[in-house]
């Protein structure tokens, strides 16, 4: 079915999975329909259903794409061996930040991924248990203290990027760069003056 029309057939369905995740986005679910998509899209309703057998059939492609993506993302973000002490925050502040990036740089599939998803709350347990994975094995390269449960770690930062995604990412009063200095900031020094901020010392940008 994907194929149907050649190039042109997929051009049509990358502009209804596009129209798609924005009505999702901004109606839900059950208040959106599909003659309100084929209508923005510039299609017929029959043609909606050459590519998707039903509106929740594109939904669903919708939330696959997206938890697809960021699994994959959360498992490339893993730190190498050989890393200079001095150098870990840094990489810690651009893996944070990639993930804001790429968290922003599709607000509607992000509201729809994370938010929208009936499947959200396991879903976002499975990242956690990725980034436990991530953490632990950089735990054992001496990235980290050795006395942190980075199970506990990981919940923490899914439910950090989580809430600052709700509250200034999708409505667009910060940008991923800020959140990201912010939340690592908080994690690497804490919040102790005596531990100075991440700006003062110099160690990321």
């Known amino acids: 079915?994907?194929?149907?029309?050649?190039?042109?057939?997929?051009?049509?369905?990358?502009?209804?999975l596009k129209v798609a995740a924005n009505e999702f986005s901004i109606r839900g679910f059950h208040d959106t329909k599909v003659s309100t998509i084929v209508k923005r899209a510039g299609l017929t309703?029959?043609?909606?259903?050459?590519?998707?057998?039903s509106k929740q059939a594109i939904f669903e492609e919708l939330i696959t794409?997206?938890?697809?993506?960021v699994r994959h993302l959360t498992e490339s973000?893993?730190?190498?061996?050989?890393?200079?002490?001095?150098?870990?925050?840094?990489?810690?502040?651009?893996?944070?930040?990639?993930?804001?990036?790429?968290?922003?740089?599709?607000?509607?599939?992000?509201?729809?991924?994370?938010?929208?998803?009936?499947?959200a709350k396991q879903m976002k347990k499975d990242l956690a248990m990725v980034l436990k994975d991530n953490l632990e094995a950089e735990q054992r390269l001496g990235y980290f203290r050795s006395d942190l449960d980075m199970e506990?770690?990981?919940?923490?930062?899914?439910?950090?990027?989580?809430?600052?995604t709700d509250s200034h990412l999708l409505p667009g009063s910060k940008d991923p760069a800020s959140l990201a200095a912010q939340v690592v900031n908080l994690l690497?020094?804490?919040?102790?003056?005596?531990?100075?901020?991440?700006q003062k010392r110099g160690d990321i940008r």
């Not at 194929?3 to 209804?16: A, D, I, T, V, Y």
């Not at 794409?65 to 993506?69: E, I, P, V």
């Not at 922003?104 to 509201?111: F, I, N």
């Open 188 to 198: 690497i020094y804490g919040m102790l003056p005596n531990q100075g901020a991440l």
């Open 77 to 119: 973000l893993l730190l190498e061996s050989g890393i200079k002490q001095t150098d870990v925050s840094n990489r810690v502040l651009s893996a944070v930040e990639t993930v804001f990036q790429f968290l922003a740089a599709d607000l509607d599939l992000t509201r729809i991924g994370f938010f929208l998803n009936p499947d």
């Open 1 to 16: 079915m994907k194929n149907r029309k050649g190039r042109k057939g997929e051009e049509s369905r990358k502009r209804l």
């Open 45 to 53: 309703q029959p043609s909606f259903y050459l590519y998707f057998p």
């Open 152 to 164: 506990t770690v990981a919940e923490c930062l899914i439910g950090i990027i989580e809430h600052l």
């Open 65 to 69: 794409d997206f938890h697809s993506r």
